[in-house]
Protein backbone atom coordinates (compact mmCIF):
# COMPACT_ATOMS: atom_id res chain seq x y z
CA UNK A 1 0.00 0.00 0.00
CA UNK A 2 1.29 3.52 -0.72
CA UNK A 3 2.48 5.02 2.20
CA UNK A 4 4.10 8.78 3.26
CA UNK A 5 6.32 8.80 6.30
CA UNK A 6 7.62 12.51 7.89
CA UNK A 7 10.33 11.53 10.47
CA UNK A 8 9.69 14.71 12.64
CA UNK A 9 6.38 14.75 14.75
CA UNK A 10 7.77 18.33 16.30
CA UNK A 11 10.20 20.60 15.36
CA UNK A 12 11.37 23.43 17.70
CA UNK A 13 13.36 26.28 16.36
CA UNK A 14 14.07 29.73 16.58
CA UNK A 15 13.56 32.27 14.16
CA UNK A 16 16.64 33.16 11.48
CA UNK A 17 17.33 29.08 11.84
CA UNK A 18 17.19 26.55 8.60
CA UNK A 19 14.52 24.40 8.62
CA UNK A 20 14.25 20.92 7.08
CA UNK A 21 11.48 18.75 7.11
CA UNK A 22 11.77 15.22 5.90
CA UNK A 23 8.89 13.37 3.61
CA UNK A 24 9.50 9.20 2.32
CA UNK A 25 6.94 8.02 0.44
CA UNK A 26 6.45 4.69 -0.77
CA UNK A 27 4.58 4.22 -4.44
CA UNK A 28 6.56 3.02 -7.73
CA UNK A 29 4.51 4.56 -10.08
CA UNK A 30 4.59 8.14 -11.52
CA UNK A 31 4.12 10.05 -8.12
CA UNK A 32 2.98 13.68 -7.81
CA UNK A 33 3.79 15.47 -4.58
CA UNK A 34 2.18 18.38 -1.98
CA UNK A 35 3.12 20.10 0.62
CA UNK A 36 0.36 21.52 2.83
CA UNK A 37 0.39 23.92 5.46
CA UNK A 38 -2.03 24.15 8.22
CA UNK A 39 -1.61 27.79 10.40
CA UNK A 40 -3.15 27.56 13.80
CA UNK A 41 -7.00 27.90 13.82
CA UNK A 42 -6.85 27.70 9.82
CA UNK A 43 -7.74 25.93 7.03
CA UNK A 44 -5.50 23.57 5.42
CA UNK A 45 -3.56 25.28 2.31
CA UNK A 46 -1.16 24.28 -0.22
CA UNK A 47 2.52 25.26 0.25
CA UNK A 48 3.61 23.90 -3.55
CA UNK A 49 3.49 20.61 -5.63
CA UNK A 50 5.66 18.61 -7.50
CA UNK A 51 4.35 17.80 -11.15
CA UNK A 52 7.30 17.15 -13.27
CA UNK A 53 10.22 18.75 -14.87
CA UNK A 54 12.21 20.63 -12.19
CA UNK A 55 12.69 18.48 -9.22
CA UNK A 56 13.55 21.49 -6.96
CA UNK A 57 9.82 23.11 -6.31
CA UNK A 58 9.55 27.02 -4.88
CA UNK A 59 6.32 27.47 -3.39
CA UNK A 60 4.71 30.23 -1.21
CA UNK A 61 6.28 32.47 1.84
CA UNK A 62 9.68 31.76 0.63
CA UNK A 63 9.39 27.68 1.51
CA UNK A 64 10.94 25.24 -1.36
CA UNK A 65 10.86 21.47 -1.26
CA UNK A 66 13.61 19.05 -3.15
CA UNK A 67 12.01 15.85 -5.19
CA UNK A 68 14.73 13.30 -4.75
CA UNK A 69 13.53 10.32 -7.23
CA UNK A 70 16.15 7.59 -6.20
CA UNK A 71 15.58 8.39 -2.21
CA UNK A 72 11.88 8.77 -3.09
CA UNK A 73 12.04 11.98 -1.09
CA UNK A 74 10.26 14.83 -0.98
CA UNK A 75 12.37 17.21 1.84
CA UNK A 76 10.33 21.07 2.48
CA UNK A 77 13.15 23.46 3.03
CA UNK A 78 13.10 27.29 4.28
CA UNK A 79 16.44 29.22 4.64
CA UNK A 80 15.52 31.15 7.58
CA UNK A 81 12.19 30.75 9.55
CA UNK A 82 9.64 33.48 11.33
CA UNK A 83 7.48 32.62 14.28
CA UNK A 84 4.45 32.81 11.45
CA UNK A 85 5.80 29.77 10.22
CA UNK A 86 4.76 27.90 13.35
CA UNK A 87 1.90 25.41 12.04
CA UNK A 88 1.53 22.29 11.04
CA UNK A 89 2.59 20.83 7.69
CA UNK A 90 1.61 17.50 5.50
CA UNK A 91 2.98 15.55 2.43
CA UNK A 92 0.91 14.15 0.68
CA UNK A 93 1.43 12.16 -2.31
CA UNK A 94 -1.10 11.73 -5.30
CA UNK A 95 -1.41 8.01 -6.35
CA UNK A 96 -3.77 8.69 -8.62
CA UNK A 97 -7.15 10.49 -9.94
CA UNK A 98 -6.81 12.61 -7.07
CA UNK A 99 -6.70 10.46 -4.35
CA UNK A 100 -4.19 11.89 -2.05
CA UNK A 101 -2.30 9.74 0.45
CA UNK A 102 -1.03 11.99 3.45
CA UNK A 103 1.83 11.78 6.00
CA UNK A 104 0.55 12.50 9.61
CA UNK A 105 2.39 15.83 9.87
CA UNK A 106 5.09 17.62 11.47
CA UNK A 107 4.06 20.16 13.86
CA UNK A 108 6.85 23.54 13.83
CA UNK A 109 6.84 26.06 16.68
CA UNK A 110 9.02 29.04 15.73
CA UNK A 111 9.72 30.88 18.95
CA UNK A 112 10.49 34.79 18.82
CA UNK B 1 -11.03 32.17 -4.80
CA UNK B 2 -12.43 28.71 -4.08
CA UNK B 3 -14.23 28.54 -1.43
CA UNK B 4 -15.29 25.57 0.76
CA UNK B 5 -17.69 25.41 3.19
CA UNK B 6 -18.64 23.13 6.66
CA UNK B 7 -22.24 23.20 7.77
CA UNK B 8 -20.65 23.26 11.34
CA UNK B 9 -17.39 24.22 13.40
CA UNK B 10 -18.37 22.37 16.54
CA UNK B 11 -20.98 19.29 16.98
CA UNK B 12 -21.32 17.30 19.83
CA UNK B 13 -23.62 14.11 19.53
CA UNK B 14 -24.71 11.03 21.47
CA UNK B 15 -24.04 7.40 20.48
CA UNK B 16 -26.24 5.88 18.28
CA UNK B 17 -27.75 9.24 16.86
CA UNK B 18 -27.15 9.49 13.20
CA UNK B 19 -24.76 12.43 12.27
CA UNK B 20 -24.73 14.84 8.84
CA UNK B 21 -21.91 16.80 7.88
CA UNK B 22 -22.52 18.85 5.40
CA UNK B 23 -20.00 20.32 2.75
CA UNK B 24 -20.79 23.25 0.02
CA UNK B 25 -18.16 24.16 -2.68
CA UNK B 26 -18.92 27.19 -4.74
CA UNK B 27 -16.33 27.05 -7.60
CA UNK B 28 -18.31 24.11 -9.90
CA UNK B 29 -15.65 21.49 -8.92
CA UNK B 30 -16.43 17.71 -10.19
CA UNK B 31 -14.03 16.06 -7.27
CA UNK B 32 -15.58 16.22 -3.56
CA UNK B 33 -13.54 14.18 -0.47
CA UNK B 34 -14.40 13.86 2.79
CA UNK B 35 -11.43 12.85 5.67
CA UNK B 36 -10.70 12.68 9.30
CA UNK B 37 -7.71 14.02 10.85
CA UNK B 38 -6.18 12.69 14.41
CA UNK B 39 -3.41 13.34 16.23
CA UNK B 40 -0.39 11.58 15.11
CA UNK B 41 -2.52 10.11 12.10
CA UNK B 42 -2.78 13.06 9.47
CA UNK B 43 -5.36 12.80 7.30
CA UNK B 44 -6.82 9.63 6.23
CA UNK B 45 -9.89 9.72 3.26
CA UNK B 46 -13.01 8.22 4.27
CA UNK B 47 -14.84 8.93 1.07
CA UNK B 48 -15.05 10.67 -2.19
CA UNK B 49 -17.17 11.60 -5.47
CA UNK B 50 -15.89 12.50 -8.90
CA UNK B 51 -19.32 13.48 -9.86
CA UNK B 52 -23.18 13.97 -8.88
CA UNK B 53 -24.54 10.54 -7.32
CA UNK B 54 -21.42 9.30 -7.75
CA UNK B 55 -18.88 7.96 -4.65
CA UNK B 56 -16.02 5.75 -3.71
CA UNK B 57 -14.62 4.46 -1.07
CA UNK B 58 -10.99 5.91 0.59
CA UNK B 59 -8.75 4.16 3.06
CA UNK B 60 -11.44 3.94 6.38
CA UNK B 61 -15.01 3.91 4.40
CA UNK B 62 -16.23 1.81 7.75
CA UNK B 63 -19.50 3.36 9.63
CA UNK B 64 -19.38 5.86 7.02
CA UNK B 65 -22.07 7.03 4.52
CA UNK B 66 -21.95 9.71 1.67
CA UNK B 67 -24.15 11.60 -0.82
CA UNK B 68 -23.79 13.73 -3.53
CA UNK B 69 -27.38 14.69 -4.65
CA UNK B 70 -26.04 18.16 -6.57
CA UNK B 71 -22.45 18.92 -7.81
CA UNK B 72 -21.94 21.83 -5.17
CA UNK B 73 -22.69 19.46 -2.10
CA UNK B 74 -21.37 16.25 -0.40
CA UNK B 75 -22.66 14.90 2.54
CA UNK B 76 -20.61 12.45 5.03
CA UNK B 77 -23.81 10.13 7.35
CA UNK B 78 -22.93 8.38 10.33
CA UNK B 79 -25.58 6.21 10.29
CA UNK B 80 -24.93 5.28 14.05
CA UNK B 81 -21.84 7.42 15.87
CA UNK B 82 -19.48 5.81 17.99
CA UNK B 83 -16.87 7.50 20.61
CA UNK B 84 -14.44 6.34 17.80
CA UNK B 85 -16.02 8.82 15.27
CA UNK B 86 -15.00 11.65 17.16
CA UNK B 87 -12.45 13.27 15.53
CA UNK B 88 -11.73 16.58 13.37
CA UNK B 89 -13.82 16.41 9.77
CA UNK B 90 -12.49 18.38 6.63
CA UNK B 91 -14.18 18.56 3.44
CA UNK B 92 -12.32 19.20 0.54
CA UNK B 93 -13.05 19.86 -2.89
CA UNK B 94 -10.79 19.96 -6.57
CA UNK B 95 -11.49 20.81 -10.22
CA UNK B 96 -11.30 17.49 -12.24
CA UNK B 97 -9.30 14.36 -12.33
CA UNK B 98 -5.83 15.82 -13.37
CA UNK B 99 -2.88 15.00 -11.48
CA UNK B 100 -1.88 18.56 -10.87
CA UNK B 101 -4.66 20.01 -9.15
CA UNK B 102 -4.43 20.99 -5.70
CA UNK B 103 -7.60 20.04 -3.13
CA UNK B 104 -8.95 23.28 -1.52
CA UNK B 105 -10.11 22.63 1.84
CA UNK B 106 -12.96 23.29 4.31
CA UNK B 107 -12.32 24.89 7.93
CA UNK B 108 -13.06 21.39 9.22
CA UNK B 109 -15.86 20.16 11.61
CA UNK B 110 -14.91 19.12 15.01
CA UNK B 111 -17.07 16.17 16.40
CA UNK B 112 -17.78 14.82 19.59
CA UNK B 113 -19.58 11.47 20.59
CA UNK B 114 -20.40 10.85 23.74
Known amino acids: AQSVSQHNHHVILSEAASLELGCNYSYGGTVNLFWYVQYPGQHLQLLLK??????LVKGIKGFEAEFIKSKFSFNLRKPSVQWSDTAEYFCAVNTGFQKLVFGTGTRLLVSP | DVKVTQSSRYLVKRTGEKVFLECVQDMDHENMFWYRQDPGLGLRLIYFSYDVKMKEKGDIPEGYSVSREKKERFSLILESASTNQTSMYLCASSRDRSLFNEQFFGPGTRLTVL
Open chain 1, 50 to 55: YFSGDP
